[in-house]
């Protein structure tokens, strides 16, 4: 079945430990997003990839990175993490960024920073 | 710009009873809205679309919404629930402009379905 993979579904990570988390996908999309989602709270995007091009939104930290080597990979890098960026963070592809366009989530990965 | 507004962070109903979770919208250009479901500890998974094709949209697992401009509404409905749709629901519509194709979520309800 297509579909969209993150890896690992829980990470623990120190306060100010580099931590990264990846994303796979098998649908050959080609936009990728990632989102964090905070307990009780509606996910937020932090950036997506247009094939090759990185589009960032306005207020996400610069402490959030992304590398889309390849088509199928996308990752999400954070340089320092603080205790305020625990949260689930969402992997979504969809064919084209276009309005209607649906995107297709993968389960999340889990931070905990201690 | 875009927003969604979900009315009750929490709806609880019996089991069989009528589900109606609700959205309304704000955007200046026709909009493409979402429902998405969440199960605890997954990822989202769309429920149904409306892309201006036809008002009422059947989705997945029983659920149906229906938009209307004249409320900037689009609320979600299900005949009789089920206590496996016992998960959080977000509305979302699709930005404009600078954010295209990106979604723009409500703040989610959770649905509760009591035997």
């Known amino acids: 079945d297509a579909m969209v993979i993150q890896n690992p579904r829980y990470q623990v990570t120190q306060f100010g430990k580099p931590v990264t988390l990846s994303c796979s996908q098998t649908?050959?999309?080609?936009?990728m997003y990632w989102y964090q989602q905070k307990s009780s709270q509606a996910p937020k995007l932090l950036f997506h990839?247009?094939?090759?091009?990185?589009?960032n939104e306005a207020d996400t930290p610069d402490n959030f990175q992304s590398r889309r080597p390849n088509t199928s990979f996308c990752f999400l890098d954070i340089r320092s993490p603080g205790l305020g960026d625990a949260a689930m963070y969402l992997c979504?592809?969809?064919?084209?960024?276009?309005?209607?366009?649906?995107?297709?989530f993968g389960p999340g990965t889990r931070l905990l920073v201690l | 710009a875009q927003s969604v507004t979900q009315l009750g962070s929490h709806v609880s109903v019996s089991e069989g009873a009528l589900v109606l979770l609700r959205c309304n919208y704000s955007?200046?250009?026709?909009?493409?809205l979402f429902w998405y479901v969440q199960y605890p500890n997954q990822g989202l998974q769309l429920l149904l679309k409306?892309?201006?094709?036809?008002?009422l949209v059947k989705g997945i697992n029983g659920f149906e919404a229906e938009f209307k401009k004249s409320e900037t509404s689009f609320h979600l409905t299900k005949p009789s629930a089920h206590m496996s749709d016992a998960a959080e629901y977000f509305c979302?519509?699709?930005?404009?402009?600078?954010?295209?194709?990106?979604?723009?979520f409500g703040k989610g309800t959770k649905l509760s379905v009591k035997p």
């Open positions: 979504a592809t969809s064919r084209e960024a276009f309005t209607q366009e649906t995107q297709y």
């Open positions: 649908l050959n999309h080609n936009v």
């Open positions: 990839y247009y094939d090759k091009d990185f589009n």
């Open positions: 955007s200046s250009v026709p909009p493409y």
């Open positions: 409306y892309t201006s094709a036809a008002t």
């Open positions: 979302a519509v699709s930005g404009y402009g600078g954010s295209q194709g990106n979604l723009i």
